[in-house]
Structures are given as C-alpha cells and as structure tokens.
C-alpha cells in the first residue's frame, strides 16, 4: 500500500515547508524509493495564474500545462520528477469539483457539508495523485500554518487519511519555527508548543518535528520540544537556517529523519547513497570565479518571481565551475536612465517571462545594449518577443515595431496574439500552457546547445511571433533556429552575428535540475565564461601600450611618454 506523509506548518508562514518535503524527497529517493508530492493550498483561487506575482511568486508550469505554486519547482528539482495537474491542489477546484457533482445530482438530494463533502473530495485529490505516479510514498505538504481558518477542511481530511488508510501508513511533519530573541540571546520553544497543541486539538499528533531557527539550537530545546509536545528526541530535527538551498537534504539526512521515516513506515529500500548530491555540494561550497547575471524584470524586488530562472542559472554556474552573483535591475527603472551602471560589469543578460506594458521599454532597451555590445543574452518567452521587437526597431529605424499586447494599432505588429486566444473570455488556464515539441535547424546555436534535432519544452504565453515579418529580420541576421513542427511557430530566435544572442517561446527554466542544468543555460553560461575571458583580455591589450607592430612598449618608453 502506498504510504503517506502529511507535512503542516506552524508560528510563521515561509518557514521552508516546500522544500523541506523536496529534501525528504531527496533523501527517500536516495534509497531507491520511488517518491511523488503534492501541495494543497487553501487559496479560494482555481489555481495561481491569474495572481499577481507580489501575491503569490512565481507560476509554475508543469508538463501537462498546469499553473501552480513555485513549490512544485522545488519538489522536481530536488527529487528530479516531472510532476501533473494532480500535485496542486486548491480550495477552489476542491469546491468547484463538488459544486459541479451537486449540480448533476450526483449526490441524490443530500445536502453540501464541509464534512464529509469537501472533506472527501480532499482524500480523493490525495488518492489520485497516488494512483497516477504509482509511488511508493506521496509526500503531502498544507499550505499556510496550523490556525488559519481556510486551511481547517484540510487538515481534517488529513486527520481522516490516518484511518482510512491506516496509521502504519500515514507519517506527520509538523515544521515550525524557533524565534530568536535578541534582547535575552535565546531561542524561544513556546511558539512551537502553542502550535503543536493547536494541531492536536484538530486531531493530528505529529510523529516529527522540524524546529526552524535562525541560530544552533541548543540540546535543551530539543529535550523541551520532545517533552512538551510529546514526540521522540530522535523525532525533533533541527534545521538551522543554510545558505546552500540544495544543502537542506543532506541536513535532514545528517539528522536520522531518513531512517526515522523508514523505520516508521516500515518502507523497504537500500541504504541512502547521496555521494552524488554531496559532491555537488561540494563544488557549490568551493571558491570559484565569479560570474555576474543580470536579470532585467519588472518584479526583481520579488525574488520569488522569478524562482526557477535563478536556480536554473546556479545549476549551469555548478556546471562550468562559476559562483553566480544576480544583478536584480529594475526593467522600469532602465526607462528613466536609472540602473544602467550595473550594466559595465555585467558578463551575461537575462530577460525572464512576463505580461503587461509596464517596463516593457526597459526590457527592449536591454535587449538594445546586449546586441550593441556582443553581451551573451538570454530571451525567456518575452524575452525572446521584447529581442525580436528591438531587432525589428533597429532595421527600421523606428520605435513602431511592437506587440499587440502593447500597442494594439502598431504598424508593425512584430508580436501578435495566437490565432486559438481570440475571443476568449476567460484569463484563468486559457492560454498556450505545457509541454509541445520543437524542432531545431543544424547548424544553429540552439542546436549546438541541445545536441538534437527535436525538443520538448514547457510553454505559458498568449502572442506569439508574426510569421508575415519571418523575412524581413532574416534578411537582416536573425536565424529561426526552433520551429514547431508544423512550422506555425518560433520558438527559438537567434542573432547570427553575435555571439550569444537567443530567445526562446518557452520555458527552459522549468526543466533544469541541480545536478542536470538546461541546455540553453549551460550554454549561455559558457558564453557569459568566453565573453569575460575575452573582454579582460581586450582590457588588457587596451592598458598595455604597444609599438606599431603590435609589442607591448618597454617600461622606458612609456615612462618617457
């Protein structure tokens, strides 16, 4: 029978649940265990995607065209699965689920009631994910904390899960947090145990606790956590705060959760092999040269929303032996003639995805100076339509070319909506969503960097590239080199006449792993190493004076001088 672990939150929110339940993923998947996971989120919305990224972070997609909670990117990079619509949740398709049955009768008359209506439909979301991955165990974690008022229906049907399906086969995490106080220099438990006797009284003991704290948690506070909220020592896992996100696995792993669940479940496995992750680790931890990013969005104040970009960057950084550093630089900023100073130290330019006007100027003028200066680019869906429409300017001479998202009167509509989004009413789950196939042209850099001839990436987008102005940038260097395979749609755009300069339609950020980056950000790493090495070396030869025939002067003559 499969087995299931519920993961709650108590004090705080964003106290590291997502990818504390991503790490025991990590760890039981390092026993040969085969592992899924899900997140119940108890937002009334359908799902995130028309949220803004200031409420909710960045939208994940997964393969079959789902937006979801940025959490989900976190459980397929650490245990390296491709997740489904069926491992998000929220209450508004739990009641849209159940209000559409009442309305076919499927419930013969009886009255709607949060239990057991709502409450069973929560277990049959638990359960299908289940029968879908055929996993041996399901890793489940609640969005929010123990006490919110929305997040009750959920917690009740995890209470119900334990006998439903046995408690030799159910396992709760409570994870919380330790405040620190600074005026007394302690670490403060009670928190915690007001928590846990809160979940309690909902009926859920946990079999573990994860004590979150800023600073080393002493002995004694373990011992008062075990004794006051009734657990195992061996079952309260300090987790200190680390500055290696990836590190959290082999921090659990250190601590015996790893065996303590698999005692506890009696699950079958081999014994833990992370050899693999603890050398990646290791090169994180070792001093390299610094390679420097910049991101140029409209929400770089929000880190979250652009989540998977900056992993994907880290993962390809491990790759090529790099120290990543993010420049977050304002798109709207670019517009009033602020930021541009960070761009002089810049070894690579990323415009990740987005929607609506605001900053959309700054982003094109990016894009402007990346292509002047021969800086590696990288375009992310409208990064690539933002280079593609700054191309179109440069060859006619004019800030006309545009997108209809834009300017819907543009003369010349670079960038237009799908032919299958007009007339839509809704916003929610319409548009061009998951993975679709892509075929590259040999010989171009994206073929280069993919080392194949068709591709299958995740897409979130509406417009697209105007096929009637395919000619006219071709004419002027820019190469068409990812098709749809029916030829309809660009999907990967790139300057001949530079050395880095691609966008692509899609998504690449969603399918880079840690120890496995994406092709189009290993590849833009590479470029951002070549291009430093070559500009210092310019920079060189520019600071050394030299004779007419190229030999570095002698130190006389230029003193002379």
Known sequence: MTKFIFLTGGVVSSVGKGVTAAAIGRILKARGITVTVQKLDPYINVDPGTMSPYQHGEVYVTEDGAETDLDLGHYERFVDINLSQASNVTTGQVYAEVIAKERRGDYLGGTIQVIPH??????????????????????????????????????????????????????????????????????KTKPTQHSVRELRGIGIHPNAIIARADHDIPQEHIDKIALFCDVEHRAVIPAVTSDILYSIPL????????????????????????????????????????????IVGKYVELHDAYMSVREALHHAGVRHHRDVEVAWIHSGDLEKGKGWEEFEALDGIIVPGGFGYRGI?????????????????????????????????????????????????????????????????????TMRLGIYPCQLIPGTKAAEAYKSDLIHERHRHRWEYNNAYRGLLAEHGMVFSGISPDGRLIEIAELAEHPFMIGSQFHPEFKSRPNEPHPLFDAFMLATINYKQENQREKQIVDTPSDTNGRPKPVSELIQE
Request: hydrophobic share 40%; charged share 20%; with cysteine.
């Open 118 to 187: 709502i409450t069973n439909e929560i277990k049959r979301c638990i359960h299908l994910v289940a029968e879908t991955n055929e996993a041996d165990v399901v890793i489940v974690e609640v969005g929010g904390t123990v006490g919110d008022i929305e997040g009750l229906p959920f917690l009740e049907a995890l209470r119900q899960m334990r006998s439903d399906v046995g408690p030799n086969n159910t396992f709760y995490i409570h994870v919380t947090f330790l405040p620190y106080i600074g005026a007394s220099r302690e670490l």
């Open 361 to 429: 100027e700054g982003k094109i003028m990016a894009a402007r100076w990346a292509r002047e200066n021969k800086v590696p680019y990288l375009g992310l869906c409208l990064g690539m339509q933002v280079m593609c429409i700054e191309f179109a300017r440069h060859i006619v001479g004019t800030d006309e070319p545009n997108s209809t998202e834009f300017d819907s009167k543009t003369v010349y509509p670079i960038i237009s909506l799908m032919p299958d989004q007009h007339g839509l009413a809704d916003m929610g789950g």
């Open 251 to 294: 921090q659990l792993e250190e601590a015996g959760l790893g065996n303590f669940i698999v005692e506890s479940l009696d699950l079958l496995g081999s014994p833990p092999d992370l050899s693999d992750w603890s050398a990646m680790i290791a090169e994180i931890k070792r001093p390299k040269p610094l390679a420097r990013i910049g």
